[in-house]
């Protein structure tokens, strides 16, 4: 070996640094090597919740007992197909994961409670109608120094929470809309006077988490591609990376700590395991390549559950990345339609099962894209692609075919090549269900969750359900896309990856959606991927310590 130190962590995603910190408070030695020049992985650019049951900032009531009800009610059935899910990791993240929360917080990280973020399953046993989600302070990036500039662009760039941006889409109707609006003026006038840059979300997370394990003394390296596992007499002793050119032999003496990525951006690995999906639809990590998941199974690791995704439908609109559109397809006026016309599961429901719903119509009828629906009605209130309520979309978005129109429902079937007769049926059979108060068909609305993804301001089933009757009618192709893959190695309670026949592969361990989810194919609630990530993270990092101090005390 070239050098070694005591732990070496490949990514620096979500839950890396956690691991990072962990071993520095036990007064052990860490590299953290990051394939991107820039750190933070996926988690920088998303809206970095996390989803921890029972934990410190939650001021409703919640336990133990209750989590674990929900989380074995979601996975009822499930455990032969998701190997990664068993009771005994999913009864590790609920015990550990508050534990984890409190050591950031020893630790300077600020955290806060997203108060209104139900679970996706709500009427599940153990299930709340309010949140187990938590979101990070703001953050001045302006403390990391020379590092602030090797973080990727925010997905929010502004001084704003995560609980304070999800108001704002209602600022044309909301009083507290319009306040949050007021902060952000406020925030962004004192941080040009003062030289601070607020942000919040998972920048603001990964910020802090990088500034508190540089403050640590955590090495971090980035271009620091890992090309090999080194095994040595039967354990993971290191890794070989290259960094500036060169390979360079990297020793691990307690261990190696896998957490770089899925596999969303490589199309070969898509077309083995998750077929008919395209690496254009993700919004993921340019890094979410895979060859760490192969370089991992090349030395005998186990993978399972490797045909989920992360889901979460995505439009294509003209000249820009993939646009996320979950937040559209689940508010009133507007319904999902195949190519056919046809209706076939709940608009109201997790982007996880959104994405999931795309792909296995399209085992049945032709769905991918599928096409949203909506009404003058909600374009007069709500969002749309990123646009602000009542405005004019841009003409491009006509001109190159994303957004078709149609002054009556049989002009827009037209328009999108769908029979006339089949979406004016389905239409009118949806408006009937509207009428009445209840879909028959998927229940769309009956969940707290439903509720809270559609109009505040309306009440009862009315704010998942809303006619679509009012022309001109508009349509665009909703495509399954993903934010990574939620299948990988298989680990253990402790986040050991382990072999196919169950042995533990001794000094490797995984965490993120470099590992099969301990959520099996469900996604519980807002934070269910960097929530975990962290936890096994953090819980990999103490077993290898004390690994490491037991091995010490028998020599």
């Not at 004192?190 to 601070?196: A, D, F, I």
């Not at 169950?502 to 269910?528: C, E, K, N, Q």
Request: aromatic residues 8%; glycine residues 12%.
């Amino acid at each position: 070996m070239e050098e070694t130190f005591d732990f070496v962590i490949v990514g620096s995603g979500a839950g890396s640094l956690c691991a990072a910190l962990m071993m520095r408070s036990l007064g052990k030695s860490v590299l953290v090597l990051e394939k991107l020049d820039k750190v933070g992985g996926t988690t920088a650019t998303s809206g970095g919740v996390m989803w921890i049951p029972n934990n410190r900032f939650m001021k409703v009531e919640d336990s133990r007992e209750k989590a674990i009800a929900y989380l074995d009610a979601l996975a009822e059935g499930e455990e032969t197909a998701a190997p990664a899910a068993t009771r005994e990791r999913r009864h590790a993240f609920v015990e550990e994961g508050p534990k984890m929360i409190d050591f950031l917080v020893s630790q300077g990280v600020k955290l806060k409670w997203i108060p209104t973020y139900p679970d996706y399953y709500s009427g599940k046993p153990g299930a709340l109608d309010t949140s187990r989600t938590i979101t990070s302070e703001l953050f001045d990036m302006s403390k990391l120094g020379a590092w602030k500039s090797k973080f990727p662009p925010s997905f929010l760039p502004l001084p704003v929470t995560i609980d304070e941006a999800l108001l704002l889409p209602w600022m044309k109707r909301s009083g507290a809309a319009r306040k949050v609006l007021g902060k952000i003026a406020f925030r962004t006038l004192l941080g040009k006077l003062t030289g601070k840059q607020l942000l919040g979300g998972g920048a603001g997370l990964q910020g802090q988490m990088a500034s508190a394990a540089l403050k640590a003394g955590v090495e971090i390296r980035l271009n620091a591609g890992v090309k090999q596992i080194l095994v040595e007499g039967g354990r993971v002793a290191g890794v070989v990376a290259e960094i500036d050119g060169r390979e360079r032999r990297i020793g691990a003496a307690l261990g190696v700590l896998l957490n770089a990525g899925g596999f969303s951006r490589n199309q070969e690995m898509r077309d083995r395991y998750i077929p008919g999906t395209s690496a254009t639809w993700t919004i993921t990590s340019v890094g979410d390549t895979g060859e760490v998941l192969q370089e991992a199974v090349r030395i005998g690791a186990a993978v399972a559950q490797m045909g989920e995704l992360i889901g979460q439908p995505v439009a294509l609109p003209p000249g820009r990345p993939p646009s996320l559109v979950h937040g559209d397809v689940t508010k009133p006026h507007g319904i999902i339609v195949d190519q056919g016309g046809e209706r076939f599961m709940s608009e109201a429901q997790s982007y996880v099962e959104l994405g999931r719903g795309l792909i296995e119509r399209n085992k049945v009828a032709p769905a991918i894209p599928s096409w949203l629906v909506v009404d003058s009605q909600y374009l007069k209130k709500y969002m749309f692609v990123g646009t602000m309520p009542g405005s004019a979309k841009p003409q491009a978005w006509f001109d190159q075919g994303f957004l078709k129109k149609g002054e009556t429902l049989d002009e827009l079937a037209a328009a999108c090549g769908i029979d006339a007769g089949k979406l004016r049926a389905t239409v009118e059979r949806f408006n009937g269900f509207v009428r009445n108060g209840r879909d028959e068909d998927f229940h769309r609305g009956d969940r707290a969750y439903d509720r809270w993804l559609g109009d505040p301001f309306e009440s009862g089933a009315a704010q998942s359900l809303g006619t679509v009757e009012e022309g001109p009618f508009y349509a665009l192709q909703v495509y399954p896309g993903d934010v990574s893959t939620f299948g990988g190695l298989v680990t253990d309670a402790q986040a050991r990856v382990l072999r196919e026949d169950g042995s533990v592969i001794d000094g490797l361990y995984a965490t993120g959606t470099s590992t099969a989810s301990v959520m099996g194919a469900r996604s519980p609630g807002a934070g269910a991927s960097i929530g975990p990530a962290f936890t096994f993270a953090y819980i990999a990092a103490k077993h290898a310590a004390n690994a490491g101090n037991l091995a010490e005390a028998a020599a």
